[in-house]
Structure formats: structure tokens, C-alpha cells
């Protein structure tokens, strides 16, 4: 399951090294001009056996009955100005919150009782603390370009797969630096599998990154989400996986899931445009009856359906066929909002990307760009009135990885949520969507210890959550910019 922990070795390796790690991360050593390991000094090898067997009588030890010192786990005592815990309606002052391991243990006001002994203390100062974030909808396999230099083509036609991997695993990184400890990643684009590799490879301690929820390659039909304007003789990659009928789309369902998907990702519309009239318009792709297919094998598995649509026909087959999360709902009509908060249907609206490349006002894609603007705002706010489940997504990727992810709370504010809301967005409501509640999102006992700081008042500046300073991933700190050690 996505977010599992790591085998007990690999874990047990991490957090050795977690110490001398902290802010910067070297997983590979250097090597010198003659292929050398500079990380590693030669006059050391015949010390590498001990050191194994070392490690290996450390692993062993904590199976063992008698060894309850060898076995405990690490503990550390976080403490800041405040604490947003994710589900309560105000802030917490002068928190302080034990780690043990890789679970937060209690959460307490700071001088309630002196830190365990032997516990790191880790104090902030004036910072607020928060549950590390969630984002919901991001594409680690694209890099956002500009059209200018190629776009979403260049991407699939050529970069070579090991290429869109490397990138794929910066893009990662960069969004757990942003303090986002957890993506639900909704596909590759033309990528194939190579996110439950990445998923795998952080699990297992071997590059830094988020939890992942994976969605592998998506599911559309033939003539949906595809690369256009290339003569029809010629083969080229497309961005999902294509079906016709419900027999293809359940397979196809069967196949994501068993190679690791832990979401299926369902385009329901592709193309959009304005037409005569004024109106944003969207073709529609799978049938309810294809979607059925697919949502009753993936809930067979325990597993969910993620849906992009932006409205009209396609929009209503999304909803009428049952999935469970509705990615961007550009344009809502007031019965689908009703029928969302009736199926308990979920809202990633992914606000800000909208705003990004906007082609000139008088072409056609440029009218439809602002048109699609103009509406996700109007039905962003009677989405929130109206009490739909929404959690928070920024379709980075769609975006440059090294704009900020958190530039999307600014959007959530504007049109209707409140801070906390919007802060609860990314954090426990995030969880409730991944099936996750009260272990990630939250900063409570029994919870994963997923932590971030920022230096000022997320509820008074939602830009603070930009300026991320401190990020802990599962009781390890990943970035420390401002933080006073003591015992």
C-alpha cells in the first residue's frame, strides 16, 4: 500500500545516516577520474566486512526479545511558536511534539514535562508548525516547458524514458523541499509504469521524495488524449492508455492495478473549446458504461478512480458512471454540484495552472484559455458553499516544477475558501481522500511524523507556505534552514 514502511533493512540503513543527512542528501558518492569511489577511502574496504556484520547482528537484534536497547526507536522532541494540527479550527501555541521513530507519540504544550532522555529537541523558535502537506493531483513525469520549446509533444516524441525518469525523480524531490510529504501522482503521460519505480525507490530509502499514490498510464478512448496534427499513417505515443467498450476498459483497469496503480486516472473529457455562443465546451470520451467497468474492478481491488472532466456531457458520465474524484470540474452546473455532495464525490480543482502560458485574447485558444478561467472560479465558490468534498491539487508538471506548489492556497482564498480551510485542504482533507485519515495530515498521536515549519502565520499570509524552512518525512529531517538543537 502506498505510504507503507520501508523494509525493515532499508529503514534500519536510513537511519543511520539520518543524522549526518539532515538539510542535503548525497546518495551516491563521488568518483574520481579513475572510477573510484571518493566516498569511500580504499584503506576502509577491509573494514567493510565488520562494518556488514555489524549492521546485520543491529537487524537481527531488534527481532530479539532481550534486546529492548538496541531496538528503541529515535526520539525527538519538535517545538515552535505554533501548531495547525490539520483538523482543529484554531492553532495550538507553544507546542511540543515527541517523535518516536517514524510516528509522532503525543502532542503537549511546551514545558508540560522535561523530553525524554536521550531525546534530539529540535526548537523552532517563532516558527508555526504544520502536518507535512498533500498534493493531490501532480504529474512527476512532466516538466511544464513552455510551448515555445516544444510543450507536451517534445516531452513524449523526445525525451527518451530514462531521461523523463531522472527528471521525474527531481520533480519529487523538489516537491517534498516545498514541504508536500505526500503526491497522489494522476500518470505518467506516455511514461508507462516508471512511477511505482519511483514510488518503489523512495519507499525503499534509496532516493528523497514524497509518499507516492500512483495512477501508472491512464485510461481514455480512441480519439481522446492523444497528440494531434501528425499525419494519420504515422504511430505516436499517446498520453493514456486507449479503450473502446466496457470489456477493454475493465482490462485495462485489471492491468494498471496489477502493475501497481494505486488510483485509476480516467480522462472523461479532452479537447475543449468556446463555441458561437460563448460557451466553454468539452468532448466527451468514455461512455457511463465503459466508466462502470472500471470503477466496479478498481473498487474490487480497494482502490479508487480519478476522473478528469471539465463539464458538460463528459463531466455528467463521470459523476453517473461513479467515481470518486473529480479532477479540475471547470464548469459545475448547480444539479452536478447537488449530485457530488449527494455521492460524496470529491473536488480537485487544480486553480492555478489555468493562469499559466495564456495564449493572445484574439485566437481561439486563447478565448477558450480565458474562458476556462472565467468559469473554475464561479464554480469553485458554489462548490465550496454548497459543502463538496475538496481537497487540494495543483496539476503540477502541467506547471514548472521550480514554481511554487503552494502559490495555489492564494486561489483557494480568493475564490471562497478560508485559510484554514484551505490549509486543511492540503493536509487532513488530503488524507480523507487517499484513505488516509489520522495517519497522514494530522499532526496526533499514531500519525506518521510528516512535519513542516514555516516562519510566520500561514492564516494571516497564505504565501508564508511558500517559504517552507522545515520538512520532516517520516521521522527523518529532510531540510532544516532554521533550527536550534539542544537536549
Not at 125 to 154: M, R, S
Not at 452 to 461: F, T
Request: proline letters at 6%; hydrophobic letters at 40%.
Amino acid at each position: 500500500m502506498s505510504g507503507s514502511r520501508p523494509r525493515r533493512g532499508a529503514r534500519d540503513l536510513r537511519w543511520l545516516t539520518a543524522r549526518s543527512r539532515q538539510a542535503s542528501f548525497a546518495p551516491y558518492p563521488e568518483r574520481s577520474a579513475a572510477g573510484q569511489d571518493r566516498g569511500i577511502s580504499m584503506r576502509l574496504v577491509p573494514y567493510l566486512g565488520i562494518v556488514i556484520s555489524c549492521l546485520a547482528r543491529l537487524c537481527l537484534a531488534q527481532d530479539s526479545p532481550g534486546s529492548a536497547a538496541a531496538a528503541a526507536p529515535h526520539l525527538t522532541v519538535l517545538r515552535a511558536r505554533a501548531l495547525i494540527d490539520g483538523t482543529s479550527g484554531q492553532p495550538r501555541l507553544k507546542p511540543e511534539i515527541l517523535v518516536r521513530g517514524n510516528r509522532i507519540a503525543e502532542v503537549t504544550t511546551a514545558g508540560a514535562h522535561p523530553p525524554p532522555p536521550g531525546a534530539e529537541v529540535i526548537d523552532l523558535g517563532g516558527a508555526t508548525l504544520l502536518p507535512g502537506l498533500i498534493d493531490c493531483h501532480t504529474h512527476i513525469f512532466l516538466q511544464g516547458e513552455v510551448p515555445a520549446a516544444g510543450g507536451y509533444d517534445v516531452q513524449l516524441l523526445k525525451f527518451p524514458a530514462s531521461y523523463r525518469v531522472v527528471r521525474a525523480t527531481l520533480a519529487a524531490r523538489r516537491a517534498l523541499e516545498q514541504g508536500f510529504t505526500t503526491l497522489r501522482d494522476v500518470e505518467t503521460e506516455g511514461a508507462g509504469f516508471g512511477d511505482v519505480g519511483i514510488k518503489r525507490a523512495i519507499e525503499e530509502g534509496y532516493i528523497p521524495g514524497p509518499r507516492l499514490y500512483v495512477s501508472t498510464r491512464s485510461i481514455s478512448t480512441t480519439g481522446g488524449y492523444v497528440l494531434e496534427g501528425y499525419a494519420p499513417e504515422l504511430e505516436v505515443p499517446k498520453g493514456a492508455q486507449i479503450v473502446d467498450g466496457p470489456v477493454e476498459a475493465r482490462k485495462a483497469a485489471r492491468e494498471q492495478l496489477d502493475h501497481g496503480a494505486d488510483w485509476i486516472k480516467v480522462y472523461m473529457t479532452h479537447r475543449s473549446w468556446v463555441d458561437e455562443q460563448g460557451a466553454l465546451v468539452s468532448q466527451p470520451t468514455l461512455t457511463v458504461e465503459e466508466l462502470r467497468a472500471i470503477v466496479d474492478e478498481t473498487h474490487g481491488w480497494r482502490r479508487r478512480v480519478a476522473c478528469h472532466a471539465y463539464n458538460g456531457i463528459g463531466l455528467q458520465r463521470a459523476l453517473d458512471g461513479g467515481c470518486d474524484s473529480i479532477e479540475h470540474g471547470l464548469e459545475l452546473t448547480d444539479a452536478q454540484i447537488a449530485q457530488m455532495v449527494r455521492q460524496g464525490t470529491w473536488l480537485v480543482p487544480t486553480l492555478s495552472v489555468y493562469y499559466y502560458d495564456l495564449d493572445p485574447p484574439d485566437t481561439p485558444t486563447g478565448k477558450r484559455d480565458r474562458k476556462r478561467v472565467a468559469v473554475h472560479g464561479v464554480s469553485f465558490q458554489k462548490a465550496v458553499r454548497a459543502g463538496v468534498k475538496i481537497a487540494f491539487g495543483t496539476d503540477a508538471g502541467g506547471f514548472p516544477w521550480s514554481e511554487p506548489l503552494a502559490q495555489e492556497f492564494a486561489r483557494e482564498i480568493e475564490f471562497g475558501m478560508t485559510p484554514m480551510q484551505a490549509i486543511q485542504s492540503a493536509t487532513s482533507r488530503g488524507a480523507e481522500l487517499l484513505g488516509r485519515s489520522g495517519e497522514l495530515g494530522v499532526v496526533a498521536p499514531g500519525a506518521y511524523a510528516d512535519v513542516i515549519a514555516v516562519a510566520g502565520d500561514p492564516l494571516a499570509d497564505a504565501n508564508e507556505l511558500k517559504n517552507v524552512g522545515f520538512v520532516m518525512k517520516d521521522g527523518v529531517v529532510f531540510k532544516s534552514t532554521s533550527r536550534s538543537p539542544g537536549k
